[in-house]
Structures are given as C-alpha cells and as structure tokens.
C-alpha cells in the first residue's frame, strides 16, 4: 500500500511539461514547505528548514498543472511519497518526490478562478448530474491574488 502526503508549500521551480511518444502528459516541478514558528522575543514569524520535494503529475493532471501553475505561487499537493537514496560518487543523499494526484492553489494567499477543461468531461468522475451545468466558477471572484510579502504570515 503506497504512503500518501498532503504538503503545502511554494511552486520553487518553473513546471516543466513532455508528452512521451505514447502520448503520456508529464509534468514535474520542485516544491519548497518552509516550516514557520512564532518567535515570542522577537515577536514576529521566522523560517525554520525548508524541504524540497519533487512532484509529478500524469495526464489530465499534468495538462492542467502546466497551464495553471508557476514559480513562486502558494499550492497544496496531495499524492503517493517516494523515498529514495541517490549516490553521485562524490555526493549522497535522499530525495522524496511525490506522484500528485490532487494539485491546487492554496488560498489562504490569494483568489483563483476555475473552468473545467474540455478533456475533464471524460473523465469518469465527471459523469455525475451536475456535470452539464456552466462548469465556470469566476463569477464575482476578484482577479487578484495576494502575494507572499502583501499580507501578514498565517499561524502554520
């Protein structure tokens, strides 16, 4: 049985996209979670470690990932973990990368807007009633997003 994780963090490198000859839609990205504590002498928010992660979406996933996120946005990613060593010769070290299943901005940080995509409908999961209805979700919502240095630094 595969481990699951939910991480929420920073996109810290640019999505990069492939199809494989197979037609398979692939896309990866590095995600960076900062752990933040309040510091009750200094009274303010300060960093702690951050770890890396490598996220992976597949198909439908990976198509819309590609086309919805970039450097620097706030995500939640939700998938399988994979743990393995690597060894260089001179370096070692362990990488954990994740197969997304779920990928979305997190939006404690700013506001998004949603529209199915054409290929969604297929999808198995797509065929319930309310499927035909308008699949925009945009109406009313405010097109900016709050960047990471406009608003204080939530409690997590």
Not at 49 to 76: C, M, P
Not at 128 to 148: K, L
């Amino acid at each position: 049985m595969p481990d699951t994780i939910t991480l929420i963090g920073l996109v810290g490198t640019e999505p990069t996209h492939i199809v494989t000859s197979e037609g398979l839609a692939i896309t990866r990205f590095r995600l960076a979670s900062t752990h933040r504590k309040y510091d009750k002498s200094a009274e303010k928010w300060v960093d702690g470690d951050t770890n890396w992660y490598g996220v992976t979406a597949f198909r439908q996933l990976a198509v819309n990932a590609n086309s919805s996120l970039h450097k620097g946005e706030r995500v939640i990613v939700a998938g399988r973990v994979r743990i393995k060593p690597w060894d260089t010769g001179e370096k070692s070290g362990i990488s954990v990368d994740i197969e997304a299943d779920a990928i979305g901005h997190d939006l404690t940080w700013g506001s998004t807007s949603f529209s199915r995509s054409l290929s969604a409908a297929a999808l198995p999961h797509a065929a319930t009633a309310g499927a035909t209805r308008s699949e925009s979700s945009d109406a009313g919502a405010p097109s900016e997003s709050a960047g990471a240095g406009s608003s204080p630094a939530p409690p997590f």
